[in-house]
């Protein structure tokens, strides 16, 4: 799975994930009303109003980027109705060509996470049949259990050509408190790093492998670091733009092949028209600032990296 | 919302939990059979024979126990009918008087598990309304973002009293790998720990703290040493049964009170017409043997504790 994606960045030449974590804040009024006429001022209209937001972000970015990130958890605020526009934004996503990398952030003990891998990247068993639950292409992991939380998912990305990215270190504030903590003089988020590194030789598809790993941008001089401990393994980045990482900041989470990390911008895309450089396009354009802002991280990170 | 808890398992004697993590392959032929030939073998089928297995076994031991814990994934690997099937069992587990503690292990940065937080323990405004989206009593989160990740939590523990169970010792065989790395002497599952603790001082509810924790009935010598170190913070030990844990390894998991720790057993529950100890009841009576090991156990538990 992780050739696919670099096929598509290569192509592209877009090393870009737009991040689709839909604040009910971020949704034109407009659109809410619409939806609340229609379904009331509910968890349906609620999800209804994220949908269309969705879905005009999809239309207008599509032909821009290689994948997108949906964050679970701003569809599970609204329950089942929430995670139902979930599955429809993968579904729909998919449909565009985009590849999907499921922010779920799940992990457990062996047979527990087993069971998040089949809903999320496998196909679980019923009778003669089998169904895929989300299906999306990538899912993030979290690593606290060991190789027994993650075991499961290694067995289903190779059986489904699937990928992961294992939380290293993570784009927030106090990401240091546990992560940093120093084991006989290395960070705690190294010692994971060793092991995603090793988890992701089992794994490997082409130059790289479908183990890749979470560093977040606020962190440059970790991820310069990281990246030349893990060459195989590609890095997914969070924290550019909205949480404060720069293009700049970035070059580093790159290999000397130009590959090797894909950026995500959440807010900075998909709430663009609610910033100061977006603002002449109003709510009723916010799908087109959003492009806007597809197009100006585009030309920012290609410039860092020198392309 | 610990205190009810306390109360419950006070009343009943019952410092017990019982897990809902059912597996398709727990549930007895002629419940699937019933189901597909409705709803065919289809996800949708599949959720409603885990639906009446639950049912059942909900019906058959709420009177003995003070709290059930569902794990999501094993309703997430259904996808949407699964999760329906989880929202439904903790709706009907709350109908019956019984406290919810959802095994969800999530955590993320800070405005992430702020969604987590509002989905499964708080509510979320939509227009002028507010609804709770699946509305567990108690939510299990991973520490590894560190404070950022759990703050939201905490809020939303304080507003809506509800709590949490962050985990410290996690019960499976590798949990080690990165939990048990000693940071200048100390593991990292104390140092989790401690700022257990800490976290909790801000959400006392009487002698216990909304903030609980998971220790593995697995590590019964880390449960002695952790339970000093954090006399306010409530105990959640998976692991006994099925995953080999035994009473007598649970004692010191308790204080001087009697009380600071809630035992859970799935498998070993919901499972149980499958042991050779309970096969005489034969797969039509399954919630019979579900609620003779719930028997079982606690007149192990209360032996174990010399009641």
Same mark, same amino acid.
């Given at each position: 799975m992780i050739s696919k994606l670099i096929d598509k960045i290569e192509r592209l030449q877009a090393p870009v994930v737009v991040g689709l974590d839909p604040m009910l804040s971020y949704v034109p009024e407009y659109l809410q009303k619409q939806a609340y006429e229609i379904h009331g001022e509910t968890l349906k209209g609620a999800a209804e109003a994220v949908w269309q937001f969705n879905k005009a972000i999809i239309d207008a970015v599509y032909d821009l980027i290689p994948a997108v990130k949906p964050q679970i958890a701003m569809y599970e605020q609204f329950g089942i109705e929430g995670l139902r526009v979930f599955q429809q934004t993968v579904d729909y996503c998919k449909e565009k060509g985009l590849l999907v990398?499921?922010? *779920?952030k799940r992990g457990d003990i062996g047979s527990t996470s087993e069971a998040y891998a089949i809903g999320h990247l496998g196909r679980v068993q019923v009778g003669s049949q089998s169904y895929a639950g989300f299906d999306e292409d990538f899912a993030t992991v979290n690593p =606290? !259990?060991? *190789?027994d939380g993650i075991a499961p998912f290694l067995k289903v990305c190779k059986e489904w050509d699937k990928g992961i990215f294992i939380l290293v270190k993570t784009s927030n504030p106090s990401s240091g408190e546990f992560q940093d903590q120093l084991v006989d003089g290395t960070p705690l988020y190294e010692l994971v790093g060793k092991k995603v590194a090793e988890w992701g030789e089992t794994c490997m598809d082409g130059a790289y492998s479908n183990v890749g790993c979470v560093i977040g941008a606020t962190y440059p001089e970790m991820g310069k670091a990281l990246r030349k401990q893990m060459p195989k393994t590609y890095i997914l980045v969070p924290g550019y733009g909205a949480q404060g990482g720069t293009a700049e900041d970035l070059v580093? =989470? !790159?290999n000397p092949d130009g590959l090797g990390a894909i950026i995500n911008s959440s807010r900075g895309i998909i709430a663009a028209y609610k910033q100061e450089a977006y603002q002449s396009y109003g709510e009723k354009h916010f799908a087109d600032a959003s492009r806007k802002a597809v197009l100006d991280m585009l030309a920012d990170i290609r410039k860092a990296l020198g392309k």
């Open positions: 990398i499921g922010d *779920v =606290y !259990f060991g *190789v580093h =989470y !790159f």
